[in-house]
C-alpha cells in the first residue's frame, strides 16, 4: 500500500494549531471579524466574512462527524477537530495561497483520534448531504480494495469532491 500522510495547510503567518471554532462563541466572532478585515483580498479568510453563516454550518458538521466517529468507535479529545487532507491537495494549497503546512505520517496518529470524510464535511453538510465518514481502519479497508492505491482510491470515492478531508481530534 502506498504510504500515507495528512497534510494541514495554512495562511502564511498563522498558528497552524488555532482553531477558531475552539474559541468561546464571541471570541470567535470577534476574531473572524478581526482576520477578515486584515485579508479582505484572500480566499480562505473569506469564510469569515460571512462567519454568521459559516459558524453554525461548521458547528453542524463538527458535530455531525464527531458524533458519527464515536459510533464508529472513535474516542475524541476535542469538540472541534483540525482538519488535514489526505496527501496533498493542490486545491487547498492554493486556497490558502502558500506552501506552509504541517504533514505528519498517518501510522503515527492514534486510530481513535482520527476520522476522515469524502469530500469537505462542512461543505457537505451545507448541501444537505451527510458526509460518508471513515476510521483510519475503514480508509485503509477501502484502500486495500482499489489495490491499494491511493490514487484509485481517491478516483473511485471522490467524485467531484477535491479531496478527503481529515478531522484530527488531538493536537499531536
Excluded at 469524502?118 to 481502519?137: F, H, M, N, Y
Excluded at 485503509?140 to 478531522?167: H, N, P, T
Aim: proline share 5%; net charge negative.
Amino acid at each position: 500500500m502506498d504510504k500515507l500522510y495528512i497534510t494541514h495547510y495554512y495562511f502564511p503567518g498563522t498558528d497552524p494549531w488555532k482553531n477558531i471554532m475552539l474559541l468561546p462563541e464571541k471570541e470567535a466572532f470577534r476574531k473572524a471579524e478581526e482576520l477578515s478585515k486584515a485579508h479582505p483580498d484572500t480566499t480562505c479568510f473569506g469564510r469569515f466574512a460571512d462567519f454568521v453563516n459559516y459558524y453554525p454550518a461548521r458547528k453542524k458538521a463538527d458535530a455531525f462527524v464527531r458524533d458519527e466517529f464515536i459510533r464508529l468507535g472513535g474516542d475524541p479529545k476535542l469538540m472541534h477537530p483540525y482538519s488535514f487532507a489526505l496527501m496533498e491537495c493542490e486545491y487547498l494549497r492554493e486556497w490558502f495561497n502558500s506552501s506552509d503546512k504541517l504533514v505528519f505520517d498517518l501510522d503515527e496518529i492514534p486510530d481513535d483520534q482520527v476520522s476522515f470524510t469524502l469530500g469537505d464535511s462542512c461543505a457537505l453538510i451545507v448541501q444537505g448531504k451527510e458526509p460518508v465518514v471513515l476510521t483510519k481502519r475503514l480508509l485503509l479497508e477501502r484502500i486495500e480494495a482499489c489495490d491499494g492505491s491511493v490514487d484509485a482510491f481517491l478516483k473511485a470515492s471522490l467524485d467531484r469532491c477535491a479531496y478527503v478531508e481529515v478531522q484530527l481530534w488531538d493536537r499531536i
